[in-house]
């Protein structure tokens, strides 16, 4: 079946504007995450989603940053205002149970680049 | 908190060689999962191999085996027969089992090239 997929592909920005991240999860997958990864780093862990519980919002570097998802589908990461550091790759990954027993599927990224 | 600790920034192998890349993490979680990532240039994070803190014996998956030792707090990935197609960034992975965070935890990982 159909893998995570995320949109767009790549986005440049200009510092101070606002962006709108896609992901569309795997079907039928009730938990979703989003992660970021600047160069040369690994993965910090941003947000997640587990069916129709509160988010939990505890990797969020900051109040311009925020997430929506509707339902078990597809979930949208909002930056406003962004700034240079906010450059990297964010990726999603979704999975069928939350709690670490399933195994997490990534999405190829969204590459951010803000001028 | 629990962090993952990738010793190895790079490393090289040659093809069809054998390849060990370490990895260690803190917690004091007892039941738990470790996983390996693999990220080729295509960004695309694969699944490598993936184990639980309970099962004493170590996770292979054909040319992929770990090395698990708990007390230690080390995870290990072994690559046997190293192929060209295995060059890419390799990220170990930690996360706590239940509760009501699933994220990963990841260490900043290890670039292996494998060399004709």
């Known amino acids: 079946g159909a893998g995570v997929s995320q949109s767009p592909s790549n986005k440049v920005t200009e510092k101070g504007k606002d962006v709108e991240l896609r992901c569309d999860p795997i079907?039928?997958?009730?938990?979703l995450y989003w992660y970021r990864q600047r160069l040369g780093q690994g993965l910090e862990f941003l947000i997640y989603?587990?069916?129709?519980?509160?988010?939990?919002k505890s990797g969020l570097p900051s109040d311009r940053f925020s997430a929506e998802r509707t339902g078990e589908s597809v979930s949208t990461l909002t930056i406003q205002r962004t700034q240079q550091e906010d450059s990297a790759v964010y990726l999603c990954?979704?999975?069928?149970?939350?709690?670490?027993?399933?195994?997490?599927?990534f999405g190829p990224g969204t590459r951010l680049t803000v001028l | 908190a629990q962090t993952v600790t990738q010793s190895q920034p790079e490393m090289s192998v040659q093809e069809a060689e054998t390849v060990t890349l370490s990895c260690t993490y803190d917690?004091?979680?007892?039941?738990?999962?470790l996983f390996w990532y693999k990220q080729p240039p295509s960004r695309q994070m694969i699944l490598v191999i993936r184990?639980?803190?309970?099962?004493?014996q170590n996770a292979t998956e054909n040319r992929f085996s770990v090395n698990f030792q708990k007390a230690a707090k080390s995870f290990s990935l072994k690559i046997s027969d190293s192929q060209l197609g295995d060059t890419a960034m390799y990220f170990c992975?930690?996360?706590?089992?239940?509760?009501?965070?699933?994220?990963?935890?990841f260490g900043k990982g290890t670039k292996l090239s494998v060399k004709p």
């Open positions: 990954a979704s999975s069928t149970l939350a709690g670490g027993v399933d195994t997490q599927y």
């Open positions: 079907s039928g997958h009730t938990a």
């Open positions: 989603f587990q069916g129709n519980s509160a988010p939990d």
């Open positions: 917690t004091s979680e007892s039941n738990y999962y």
């Open positions: 184990q639980e803190a309970y099962k004493q």
């Open positions: 992975a930690f996360m706590p089992y239940g509760g009501s965070q699933g994220n990963l935890i």
